[in-house]
């Protein structure tokens, strides 16, 4: 059974930074592509960023292009999210989720994915 866990969310004044963590457990991470998302209040949830099983392909929602950068360590199970330049528009709960195994192209809609984490809450101050 896949199971993950987002860390690393907290309050952070505008232009700071953060980084998000995301474990998973039950399953090797090496046999999914995986996808950062985020939900603000009232809005549908979008895709942030990607990456594919061996990291070769990552690809960026336009808003985030330049500030964040995906990570993935396969021997840890874990994958990261670095957010740097954080904007007030950039407050949301940030969600991990992964594709089905074995697949390797990197989704950019949630239906996309098959398995997610609870959130973890990403607040930026003005």
């Known amino acids: 059974q896949v199971q993950m866990v987002e860390s690393g969310g907290d309050l952070v004044q505008a232009g700071g930074s953060l980084r998000l963590s995301c474990v998973l457990s039950?399953?090797?991470?090496?046999?999914?592509?995986l996808g950062w998302f985020r939900q603000a209040p009232g809005k549908e949830r979008e895709f942030v960023a990607g990456?594919?099983?061996?990291?070769?392909?990552?690809r960026y929602a336009d808003s985030v292009k330049g500030r964040f950068t995906i990570a993935r360590d396969n021997a840890k199970n874990t994958a990261y999210l670095q957010m740097n330049s954080l904007k007030p528009e950039d407050t949301a709960l940030y969600y991990c989720a992964v594709r089905d195994q074995w697949l390797d192209v990197v989704a950019t809609t949630p239906n996309g994915y098959a398995y997610w984490g609870q959130g973890t809450q990403v607040t930026v101050s003005s």
């Open positions: 990456i594919s099983r061996t990291s070769l392909t990552l």
């Open positions: 039950g399953r090797t991470l090496s046999m999914y592509v």
